[in-house]
T-cell receptor, first 112, second 115 residues
């Protein structure tokens, strides 16, 4: 089991562009959560997907959207990128919402 | 929504000493409290967790205590070693109809263990 994998590992985008980040959950996990981690801060909850639906959402604008596929993998899309969107984006998978979550290695997004 | 405060933000101890990190939360619906260790450039990894029906949990040198009444929980590391140096995050996860599964993390504690 490769655990939680994310792609790409690093990404540089220009302000105003759109980006898609991908996450494959750990085998047996059905829930994927996405987080934004700014330097020196804790992960901030963006949203959580279960059974291909967004079941919870944090305080992030509609520019942030996601999707979960039948194989439980997930995508995070960010439109109209701002400089402030530069951060490490982490996904975590778990079996339902209140069990041990395993994190991926993250995608470092830089907006210039 | 939930608010999690974590203290201290930095902690430096001598090898062999104990380290204690404290977190408080605001949402009484929170009932799952994991702790993560994040080494520089690496992913957060779960080191221990506790549920609201338990007051204390221990795993070798690591223990977590929970006081539901006061809404705070603490991480205790005994006999610290240099490899314990990392950033530690606490989190609170509520149950219920409204915010179930919506994790809130503390801002982290940078622990340095000096040899």
């Amino acid at each position: 089991d490769a655990g939680v994998t994310q792609s790409p590992t690093h990404l540089i985008k220009t302000r105003g562009q759109q980006v898609t980040l991908r996450c494959s959950p750990k085998s047996g996990h059905d829930t994927v959560s996405w987080y934004q981690q700014a330097l020196g801060q804790g992960p901030q909850f963006i949203f959580q997907y279960y059974e291909e639906e967004e079941r919870q959402r944090g305080n992030f604008p509609d520019r942030f959207s996601g999707h979960q596929f039948p194989n439980y993998s997930s995508e995070l899309n960010v439109n109209a990128l701002l400089l402030g969107d530069s951060a490490l984006y982490l996904c975590a998978s778990s079996f339902t919402w209140n069990t041990e979550a395993f994190f991926g290695q993250g995608t470092r997004l830089t907006v210039v | 929504g939930e608010n999690v405060e974590q203290h201290p933000s930095t902690l430096s101890v001598q090898e062999g000493d104990s380290a204690v990190i404290k977190c408080t939360y605001s949402d009484s619906a929170s009932n799952y409290f994991p702790w993560y260790k994040q080494e520089l450039g690496k992913r957060p990894q779960l080191i221990i967790d506790i549920r609201s029906n338990v007051g204390e949990k221990k795993d070798q040198r690591i223990a977590v205590t929970l006081n539901k009444t006061a809404k705070h929980f603490s991480l205790h590391i005994t006999e610290t070693q240099p490899e314990d140096s990392a950033v530690y995050f606490c989190a609170a996860i509520p149950s219920g109809d409204t915010n179930a599964g919506k994790s809130t993390f503390g801002d982290g504690t940078t622990l340095t263990v000096k040899p």
